[in-house]
């Protein structure tokens, strides 16, 4: 059963089931950040739980924010950031060339916030689809963060091209010498998967104007593992219901730590471990997960 989580129904219940997902859709757990200041929780496969929230900031561009990775494709997407480029010029996968838009990214840039007394690293992503009916959504289906003592260009998704029901994974070099993992959205055995839709016409606007916060916790990161941070994401369907559609998708941090763009979001609601108070309510279907489901606010 696919269980479409809404940011409207949070004042009646944390967690609640609303129904089937949009026709095509094929994680089992659809985040909703569609509606403006949408947020959720989530409990990561990897690293402390994680912070998504739908949100503004404008102008999106040079001078207010550095970007470290543009991905585009149609129909579905990936990348990762690295300065490195292949002897004919080329980046990895999707990811748009330009050195000053995917690049290395140092631990150091990434400005930090403090959310109901935890602290995070802040994360902005600006989508770019059409501002028209259902091609204005984009579904986000994983999310991997590495550090690393060194810039690279290595990496290897698994599966590749996407398939339906399995996020994609992204690994890097031998056992003796791979980048620590620190934060990872999805498992890409389970298909039962966290499935973040976005809508870009929810902001007005497309390429310029931002749509996305990840929070991730702070304590995840440790200096032993490396300078060096690497993102990974994977856009569209497969395996999610909204493809990509339009110009790239961009991925960047503030500029000057500890400022962010717009206000923190508020600590977010608990997350519900279980669905058993839901029952008389006539929520059926309800399969355990392998970790909680999303707090919506």
């Known amino acids: 059963m696919i269980r479409h989580i809404s940011p409207k129904l949070l004042l009646i219940l944390p967690v609640a089931v609303c129904g ?3 026709s095509g859709a094929q994680a089992s757990y659809i985040v909703d950040l569609t509606s403006l200041n949408a947020k959720a929780t989530l409990d990561s496969a990897i690293g402390g739980s994680a912070i998504t929230q739908q949100g503004t900031f404008q102008p999106a561009g040079t001078g207010y924010i550095d970007s470290f990775l543009r991905i585009q494709m149609k129909g579905n997407e990936q990348g990762y950031n690295t300065s490195l480029r292949t002897s004919g010029g080329g980046a990895p996968y999707d990811d748009k060339s330009d050195p000053n838009y995917t690049r290395a990214l140092l631990l150091s840039e ?7 007394g935890t602290v995070y690293r802040q994360f902005l992503l600006d989508v770019n689809e059409p501002n028209a009916g ?3 959504l984009i579904s986000l289906n994983q999310v991997q963060i590495f550090q690393s003592t ?5 990496g290897v998704v698994s ?3 996407a398939v339906a029901n399995q996020a994609t994974l992204v690994s890097f070099g031998t056992p003796a010498d791979h980048p620590t993992e620190v934060f990872r959205l999805n498992n890409g055995s389970d298909p039962n998967f966290y499935e ?7 902001n007005n606007g497309g390429s310029g104007i931002g749509d996305m916060f990840l929070y991730v916790p702070d304590a995840d990161f440790k200096a032993s593992n490396g ?9 569209g369907n497969l395996p999610g219901a909204y493809s990509s559609d339009g110009g790239f998708e961009e991925w960047a941090v503030a500029k000057g730590s500890g400022t962010p763009p717009v206000t923190a979001v508020p600590e977010p609601a608990t997350a519900v471990a279980a669905l058993t108070g839901l029952i008389p309510l006539g929520l ?3 399969r355990q997960r392998r970790r909680p489901s999303a707090a919506i606010e």
């Open 134 to 136: 259902t091609k204005e």
């Open 110 to 116: 990434i400005p930090t916030v403090t959310i109901g």
């Open 284 to 286: 059926l279907g309800w």
């Open 227 to 235: 300078d060096y941070v690497i993102l990974y994401s994977q856009f």
């Open 20 to 22: 089937f997902a949009p």
């Open 150 to 154: 060194r810039d690279r260009n290595d």
């Open 159 to 161: 599966p590749d091209p």
């Open 196 to 202: 973040i839709q976005l809508d870009v016409g929810t």
